[in-house]
Each structure stands twice: as C-alpha cells, then as structure tokens.
C-alpha cells in the first residue's frame, strides 16, 4: 500500500508540472492506477487527494488536461460517506468538470444529509456566480431538482440560466414528479421567453435542410431547436389563450422536431391537429421515433396515424438519428433489406433489421436493434445494439452478412458470460482484533490474582473470541459472483448458482440457530427462485448488499418479470 502512496505524489507532482506531455502521462498513469483490483487507501489519503485537487493546475485547454477532474475521478471509486466533508470543503476551487464529478459522487450515498449538501453547494455557486448544474445527476435526484426551482425562480428571469431551468420543469412535469409550479409566474414569463426565441429560429425555417441541420448548422440551430421544443413542451402545462396562435404557427414549422412538440400541445388542449400533419411527422425519419415516444407519454398512441408495420418506420429513424449522431454524417437514403427474429441470452424473443445505408457513392450494411417482441410484434421498446458494419453492402451476399451478424453475436454472448459485474468476499474488520488486546489484558489479570472464577471467565473468553475468530476466519473462503447472466456463490468447494431470469426475489434474513450463537446480528441474503424456493442463500456480509442489489437491479431491469428486491 505505501508503494501505491508513493505513487500517488509522483503522480500529483506530474499534474502540476508545465510540461503538457508530463502531465499527460501523469493523467495516464492516475488512470492506470485506478483500475487496480481491490485498490484500497485510508481516509487520510483521499482527503489530500481531495485537497490537491483543489491546486491552480498549468492547463493546455486541451479536452483531456483537466488534473482536477482527473483527481476527483480518481477519488469517487471510493464508496467512503465520510469524505464528502472534504470534497465539499475544497469544493469552489475545483474545475467545472470536478464539481460535477462531486455532485455525481455526492448524490451515490442515500440520506436527506447528502441531497441538502449538494444544495449548499449550488447556493455557493450562484453567489458566486459560477452555477454548475449537470442535466443527468440532478434528473436521477428530483427532490433537489424540486427544491431548487422553488428557492431560486428567479433564475428564470436570468438568461445564463433559464434554460436549464426550463429544462428542468419540463423534466418534474413530464415525469408527474410536479402537478403545477407557479402557473402566474411561469405562463407569461414563458410565453416572452418563447417569443424571443421565434425570432431567432426564423432565419431558419425557408432554409430549413437536414443536411444543414446536422452540417453548417449544427453548432447553433441544434440549441435553438431544442430550446423551441422545450417552451412549446411547457405550453402543455401553462396554457393560455394568448399561447394557441403560437402553437398553431409552430405547427406549420418545417422542422418536424418542434412541429412534433407543437402537435402534443396541442393534442393536449383541444386545438384540432389536421390529419395530414400527423402523418408528416410519423412518416419524417428525424421525428418518427420521438413522435411516437410523445404520443405514448400523452396516452393518445390511438392517433398514431401508421396502424401496421410502425416499428419498420421507427428502425429506420432509429437508425438515421444513431448515424448522424454516432458516426457525423446525413445519409441520403435508408432501405430495410431483411428482419431478424432471435432470441438474447435471457432467451427473450427480439428482433434485428439489415439495413443498407446510401452515403457519397457508398452503401454501407447497417444493423438496427434489438427490439422487444415479448408484448408484441410492433413495438418501439427495444435495447439499443444498432451499429454499422464495415465495408460496403454489396461485398456480400444478404446470408453472408446475416451469418456474420450471428458469429458477431456469439463471440459477444460468449465474452458476455466471462463479464463479472459483482465480486464479494467477507471481511474481518481490523477493529476485531482489539479483542485479543483485551483478552491478553484480562489475562495478565487472571494469572496475576491466581482468581479461579476470573480465570475461569477469562477462558470462556477466549473461547468465545477464537471460536468467532475461526467462524469468520472459515468465511473468507466464500466467494459471491455475478458472472454474466449467473449469481453464483462459492462456499469452500461447493459451488451453487442461478440464473439471473430465473430470480423471483432476494431477501435479508435471520441465520440459522447455530451461526447465530456465534454472532446474534449475522443474517442472510436469500435467492429464491421462480417456484419460489430458496435457490441461493449466503451471509449478508458476503455482500455489500446495497452495490450487489444495485447491480442486481440494473441486470434484469429489461426483464418482462424483474425480481422483487428487498431494501437493507
């Protein structure tokens, strides 16, 4: 440990040296170090870590020299509650990507405590003027989203901010985390804001051409068309009269993004939506899939205009907005050549297409999917494994690309059973052996006096500690696993396992009579499978039981019956 240590200031001198290539090995070799197994490293270290993050780093402005975010990253693979009084404490000196990595590390630790630091610090960085707000961490905490747009409205007044701040209404509304904010305030103040932003996107509309969209224009109209599409999204909940003019104009908008938001809008208050616009925006490939996603969130799929075959429709617009996101680039047509009906390796029913994709004189074979079949055969759902094959389509036969599809998925089923996703092994605490401190003290006592009911006492001591001692001890050789789709548990030699969708549920439990003797408080993690019979069962300190649920959790959250997990 003193090895890594020693490794960890020679690294921190790296960071802060003039010399971009030596801070860039540096940051190379941080990187290295953090992904070392069972890396561990006290209280201690990490807060000069946390402190050293804080230092004015030299800074090329290049994407990857940030010393400071590099740190941070460095620190939050280390789940310690207590450190979080230093991160908040160093706080406004870091780097804008540092603090949204404490934000990120902050909000990992469960507790009102936690969620009320991460409003102080934002409170910090308004006086300060220096507002960090990362969109992802603050959607997965709507209670600080809550109450932050109650305590700091007024941030919607300023422009470095409202945005965000609509952005972030819009979200707590659309997910019912809200029913109605301040409907006086917002409403005008909305329809002002939506008015400025008509005139900006104007200039843009006779012109309108995705290969503009997503070419010359993509470093401005993609902002100007996402915030469009935000007010008009919030015209659902602050409608007004004065707002159904605006509505129907945005409806006749080229741009089927914000045509789309318009049309919800509208459906949602009563302002009659014409047939033909509904079926423009479900037959676009830039809105197909998202107008749908809409008209699913409002419960008004019945108005889909498409009645058979929408999820070929939907592939293909699935497929364009991955290639001009993923790979920078307007395809000029996208043909479905075949579907593909296989199963995945929790044997659920999904389905592929091969698609070609025409671009500059190519046409390059594409796959989009999987989507879901279980609930039925015409569905968006889907876990998204689109990508694009190398070379060009007609280098091969449509079987040949199909059979090179299958091995693809073979070897990645077959690298996927290799994956451990969760490790845990029982640990004996270094507090434990202040015990045989004791018992050599009381010892000394007993053999000193020559007492007979002290040394009998302190033998039944010993007893008792070495006894747990050797319980524990016999602990260490159990193993939990997640490996792939399988839990598996090692006890000694013995192995017992279960597949993750044959997982009905996981409790905590008491241990049986005779551990408990040994330790009162030990309980047990118990896997019960479909038949609802006890498939796996191992002691809870095998665990870290919150991190194994989590990963539990996020493996079978596809999963048409997703397991009931117990909270600790």
């Known amino acids: 440990m003193s090895n890594y240590k020693s490794q960890l200031k020679r690294i921190v001198e790296g960071l802060k040296h003039t010399d971009p290539a030596i801070r860039h090995d540096a940051i190379f070799e941080l990187i290295e170090l953090s992904e070392v197994d069972n890396l561990q490293f006290n209280l201690l270290t990490l807060e000069w870590l946390a402190k050293e993050a804080a230092y004015p780093y030299p800074t090329s402005f290049k994407v990857w020299d940030e010393p400071s975010y590099h740190l941070i990253n460095f620190i939050s693979h280390f789940e310690i509650p207590e450190l979080t009084e230093a991160l908040i404490k160093y706080y406004p000196e870091y780097s804008k990507a540092a603090k949204e990595e404490v934000f990120r590390y902050i909000t990992s630790f469960d507790g009102e405590e936690y969620e009320l630091a991460i409003l102080e610090l934002i409170e910090q960085d308004i006086q300060n003027k220096q507002v960090v707000l ?8 709507p209670g600080i989203i809550i109450k932050l747009l109650e305590k700091h409205s007024q941030l919607f007044e300023v422009e470095e901010y409202k945005t965000t701040f609509y952005r972030l209404l819009s979200y707590c509304l659309d997910k019912n985390y809200l029913d109605r904010f301040k409907t006086k305030y917002i409403g005008p103040l909305l329809l002002v804001d939506y008015q400025k932003q008509v005139e900006e996107f104007l200039p843009y509309q006779n012109d309108y051409d995705i290969k503009f969209v997503y070419g010359s224009w993509k470093e401005t109209y993609l902002q100007i068309r996402s915030t469009m599409s935000i007010y008009l999204s919030l015209m659902e909940y602050y409608f007004n009269d004065e707002m159904t003019p605006f509505i129907k104009e945005a409806m006749s908008f080229t741009d089927p993004f914000i045509r789309t938001n318009a049309i919800i809008a509208a459906l949602q208050r009563d302002i009659d939506v014409p047939e033909d616009l509904l079926l423009e925006c479900a037959t676009n490939i830039e809105s197909t899939e998202y107008f749908y996603w809409e008209i699913l969130r409002i419960r008004k799929e019945h108005l889909f205009p498409i009645k058979e075959k929408k999820q070929e429709y939907f592939a293909k617009s699935h497929l364009f907005l991955y290639i001009v996101q993923e790979h920078d680039f307007v395809p000029e047509t996208i043909e479905l050549i075949k579907h593909l009906d296989i199963e995945n390796s929790y044997n659920q029913p ?27 055969d015409d569905s968006v759902h ?3 494994g689109t990508y694009l094959e190398d070379g060009q389509f007609n280098e091969k036969s449509i079987e040949e690309h199909v059979q090179l599809f299958m091995d693809k998925r073979a070897n990645e089923k077959e690298e996927d059973a290799s994956i451990v996703y969760y490790e845990g092994k029982p640990k004996i605490s270094k507090w434990f052996y202040a015990w045989y401190v004791l018992l050599a003290f009381r010892g000394y006592q007993a053999f000193s006096t020559m007492d007979p009911v002290y040394i009998t006492l302190t033998s039944l001591l010993a007893v008792l ?15 939990i696993e997640i490996v792939g789709n399988v839990v598996r548990y090692t006890d000694k030699d013995a192995h017992s396992q279960i597949l993750l969708e044959d997982i009905k549920k996981i409790t905590i439990q008491k241990s049986n009579m005779k551990t408990r003797m040994l330790d009162r408080r030990s309980k047990v993690v118990a896997i019960y499978n479909k038949q609802n019979k006890v498939a796996l069962e191992f002691p809870l300190e095998c665990v ?9 959790d996020e493996l079978t959250d596809h999963l048409k019956e997703q397991p009931h997990i117990q909270q600790q």
């Open 465 to 479: 500690i070495v006894s747990y001692h050797i319980y524990k001890t016999k602990l260490l050789k159990n193993k």
């Open 350 to 376: 999904i389905r592929y297409y091969l698609a070609s994709v025409s671009h500059d004189d190519q046409v390059i074979p594409a796959w989009v999917g999987a989507y879901a079949l279980e609930e039925e």
């Open 544 to 552: 870290s039981y919150d991190e194994f649920a989590f990963v539990v």
């Open 382 to 384: 889907m876990w998204d």
């Open 134 to 141: 990362p969109l992802d961490i603050l959607y997965a905490n």
